[in-house]
């Protein structure tokens, strides 16, 4: 075999080969499903605020648990896929209410037994339609156990303290503050952060995991704390 000598060009040519090819990786692998990603949440978000519209004084509010949701869960530790999937999780584990009446959704009376057994169906309805989804599908058990407490009374399994996956505790948490903060047809007010505030660190133990508590409140005490400076300004 004769000796190959490299030439300028040659070299030019076949960096730019070597540039193309990591291109071509990059497009694949990180770019396309990206934009692939985009798209799908753009999908969810547009059918999370279609499922808003039908329950009465929640308009924004998947995006705005979907936010105190990943900046609890960041500061527990989670990162990369965990927090994406907390992301996904908030926008769309109450879904299920689409399949609820929607009279019963905005009832103001207290509901009746059979009527409240109906509202509480949704986390597991939400799961199933999440499971028929593969991009969505490890999300399932995130949306099924939301609704579930630290102390074992929550629905729909009834699971307690570490059986309830932590991303399902932080949902819990962010949820309840938002919907407490938010007009709602089953109470007569919105509490003001500070009484929410307190609501939440009252449950704490029983209702919610204490160490999500604790993140938690680190970051509505700090909005807090801003929104009053600018307010005194």
């Known amino acids: 075999m004769g000796n190959y000598q490299l030439t300028p060009g040659v070299i030019i040519t076949g960096s730019l080969l070597l540039s193309l090819a990591i291109l071509s990786i990059y497009v694949s692998r990180v770019y396309l499903p990206a934009r692939i990603k985009a798209a799908y949440l753009k999908s969810i978000t547009v059918l999370a605020a279609a499922v808003e519209t039908r329950d009465s004084g929640t308009l924004g509010h998947a995006q705005r648990v979907a936010q105190l949701a990943v900046e609890t869960a960041r500061r527990l530790g989670l990162q990369g896929h965990?927090?994406?999937?907390?992301?996904?999780?908030?926008?769309?584990?109450?879904?299920?209410?689409?399949?609820?009446?929607?009279?019963?959704?905005?009832?103001?009376?207290?509901?009746?037994?059979?009527?409240?057994?109906?509202?509480?169906?949704?986390?597991?309805?939400?799961?199933?339609?999440?499971?028929?989804?593969?991009?969505?599908?490890?999300?399932?058990?995130?949306?099924?156990?939301?609704?579930?407490?630290?102390?074992?009374?929550?629905?729909?399994?009834?699971?307690?303290?570490?059986?309830?996956?932590?991303?399902?505790?932080?949902?819990?948490?962010?949820?309840?503050?938002?919907?407490?903060?938010?007009?709602?047809?089953?109470?007569?007010?919105?509490?003001?952060?500070?009484?929410?505030?307190?609501?939440?660190?009252?449950?704490?133990?029983?209702?919610?995991?204490?160490?999500?508590v604790e993140v938690f409140l680190e970051i509505v005490g700090s909005e807090q704390a801003v929104t009053q400076q600018v307010a005194a300004a």
């Open 82 to 212: 965990e927090l994406e999937r907390i992301h996904y999780a908030a926008l769309i584990m109450d879904m299920g209410k689409a399949r609820v009446p929607h009279a019963l959704l905005n009832k103001k009376d207290p509901l009746t037994p059979e009527e409240w057994e109906i509202l509480k169906s949704h986390p597991k309805l939400s799961a199933e339609m999440v499971g028929a989804v593969p991009f969505l599908k490890d999300l399932e058990d995130i949306v099924l156990h939301h609704h579930e407490l630290w102390n074992g009374s929550g629905y729909p399994d009834g699971l307690a303290g570490e059986e309830i996956p932590l991303a399902s505790r932080i949902l819990c948490v962010a949820a309840d503050y938002d919907a407490m903060i938010s007009e709602r047809p089953y109470h007569l007010r919105a509490l003001s952060p500070d009484e929410a505030i307190e609501q939440i660190r009252l449950g704490s133990g029983t209702r919610y995991d204490p160490r999500v």
